[in-house]
């Protein structure tokens, strides 16, 4: 876990191929995808879905659902449930990777699901984030962004269930609707994603306070 640009996703994959040298013949590491926005299918580029970047480690929880229709934390914990227990079933390991704050603390009461779990948060500095932020989202822009929402549009998913995704559809969905300019979207989603990053720290530090052990690192 950790804020945004943080590098999550590298890290588990990295992780997951480090274990996987370390496990006995016939087990190996699976992610779990924790994006509540990666759960949608043709939503890539705006979500940073960035599937290359698993190579061969198997990844659950991505493209499951359609755009513009609901997908709420119940079917979330019931999908990761399934997945969780399918993987354990072969003796397998998951790591679930992405997400700040979720209502996850009660799933075991709930669903059986591990009483224990090793929390492992990537950190850089504020600077860095702002950085490599700023950096991600004219790679973004630059690799059809506007385009991929401009297709969800097309297709028929309505602007106001895209406005509601927030960040990325929110300000390109404006922009393309006419509501805004180009450089004054890029200026406010820049603005907007660094206060994004900034609340999943702030919710991240009130777990610690709450007596959950992060394990920060350094990516």
């Given at each position: 876990?950790?804020?945004?640009?943080s590098?999550?996703t590298?890290?588990?994959?990295?992780?997951?191929?480090?274990?996987?040298?370390?496990?006995?013949?016939?087990?190996?590491?699976?992610?779990?995808?924790?994006d509540?926005?990666?759960?949608y299918?043709?939503?890539?580029i705006?979500?940073?879905?960035?599937?290359?970047?698993?190579?061969e480690?198997p990844?659950?929880?991505?493209?499951?659902?359609?755009?513009?229709?609901?997908?709420?934390?119940?079917e979330?914990?019931r999908?990761f449930?399934?997945a969780?227990r399918?993987?354990?079933?072969?003796?397998?390991?998951?790591?679930?990777?992405?997400?700040?704050?979720?209502?996850?603390?009660?799933?075991?009461?709930?669903?059986?699901?591990?009483?224990?779990?090793?929390?492992?948060?990537?950190?850089?500095?504020?600077e860095?984030?702002?950085?490599?932020?700023a950096?991600r989202?004219?790679?973004?822009?630059?690799?059809?962004?506007?385009?991929?929402i401009?297709?969800?549009?097309?297709?028929?998913v309505p602007?106001?269930t895209?406005?509601?995704?927030?960040?990325?559809?929110?300000?390109?969905?404006?922009?393309?609707?006419?509501e805004?300019?180009?450089?004054?979207?890029?200026?406010?989603?820049?603005?907007?994603?660094c206060?994004?990053a900034?609340?999943?720290?702030?919710?991240?530090?009130?777990?610690?306070?709450?007596?959950?052990?992060?394990?920060?690192?350094?990516v």
């Open positions: 876990m950790g804020p945004t640009a590098g999550k590298r890290y588990a994959v990295s992780l997951a191929r480090e274990l996987n040298r370390r496990l006995p013949e016939g087990c190996h590491c699976e992610i779990i995808s924790a509540s926005r990666q759960v299918r043709r939503m890539d705006g979500t940073g879905k960035d599937k290359e970047e698993y190579g480690i990844v659950h929880l991505l493209d499951i659902a359609e755009p513009g229709t609901e997908y709420n934390v119940y979330y914990q999908d449930a399934q969780y399918d993987i354990c079933a072969r003796g397998c390991l998951p790591i679930l990777c992405g997400g700040s704050g979720s209502p996850g603390k009660k799933a075991p009461s709930v669903m059986g699901l591990p009483h224990h779990t090793y929390y492992i948060g990537t950190l850089v500095t504020r860095e984030r702002r950085a490599r932020i950096r989202l004219d790679e973004r822009l630059d690799g059809g962004m506007v385009e991929e401009r297709s969800l549009l097309e297709e028929g602007s106001e895209l406005i509601r995704y927030g960040l990325e559809y929110r300000f390109i969905t404006q922009y393309l609707l006419g805004i300019t180009y450089d004054f979207m890029r200026e406010r989603l820049y603005i907007a994603i206060q994004f900034k609340r999943q720290m702030t919710w991240l530090r009130g777990m610690e306070k709450d007596g959950i052990v992060i394990h920060w690192t350094q």
